[in-house]
T-cell receptor
Framework: GQQLNQSPQSMFIQEGEDVSMNCTSSSIFNTWLWYKQDPGEGPVLLIALYKAGELTSNGRLTAQFGITRKDSFLNISASIPSDVGIYFC???????????FGTGTSLTVIP | EPEVTQTPSHQVTQMGQEVILRCVPISNHLYFYWYRQILGQKVEFLVSFYNNEISEKSEIFDDQFSVERPDGSNFTLKIRSTKLEDSAMYFCASAGAAQETQYFGPGTRLLVL
């Protein structure tokens, strides 16, 4: 199956700092989604991207669909304690309905 | 805001028993999915369902698994004879006609003893 690699695997940052994480795939995707998952809960959709180069914001979150269509980036500005959680990217290739999930980035925000 | 719901939230079962996990997708959605997440690992696709049939499935979704939409609202995942390694969180998701985004339910935590 498709492999999506997320980096970094984990981050420990001070409250107020900005965060950047990315997701890369071995093949071209035509949709990228970013989710946040709190412990014991389902992933919550943060941002959806549909076109190469697209830059979309949702409050303090900004995500970009990479030009090569093999990567995507998520930035969080001015982090707060409730940003703590695991962030997953998910991508869908040109064929099929299936979304493939990345390995996740665990974010810890230190007050 | 409409949301995907799942029941039960937790299920404990003995190895070899059958379990049925239930999901109520968002009401106007047409595409339905089941995913699995083993503790501490990434979310893994199991199956997608559209127009009353399976449209895609992964290698995880073997003969022990089946899905059904028995009425206009519920979407179920059945595991016929559970194994220890089936212990995981199971998430249902649904998507609208454009299939462009999937919304997840809160999950069912399955523990097989």
């Amino acid at each position: 199956g498709q492999q999506l690699n997320q980096s970094p695997q984990s981050m420990f940052i001070q409250e107020g700092e900005d965060v950047s994480m990315n997701c890369t795939s071995s093949s071209i995707f035509n949709t990228w989604l970013w989710y946040k998952q709190d412990p014991g809960e389902g992933p919550v959709l943060l941002i959806a991207l549909y076109k190469a180069g697209e830059l979309t914001s949702n409050g303090r979150l900004t995500a970009q669909f990479g030009i090569t269509r093999k990567d995507s980036f998520l930035n969080i500005s001015a982090s707060i304690p409730s940003d703590v959680g695991i962030y997953f990217c998910a991508g869908r290739p040109n064929t099929g309905n299936q979304f493939y999930f990345g390995t996740g980035t665990s974010l810890t925000v230190i007050p | 805001e409409p949301e995907v719901t799942q029941t039960p939230s937790h299920q404990v079962t003995q190895m070899g028993q059958e379990v049925i996990l239930r999901c109520v997708p968002i009401s106007n959605h047409l595409y339905f999915y089941w995913y699995r997440q083993i503790l501490g690992q990434k979310v893994e696709f199991l199956v997608s369902f559209y127009n009353n049939e399976i449209s895609e499935k992964s290698e995880i979704f073997d003969d022990q698994f089946s899905v059904e939409r028995p009425d206009g609202s519920n979407f179920t995942l059945k595991i016929r004879s559970t194994k220890l390694e089936d212990s995981a969180m199971y998430f249902c998701a649904s998507a609208g006609a454009a299939q462009e985004t999937q919304y997840f339910g809160p999950g069912t935590r399955l523990l097989v003893l």
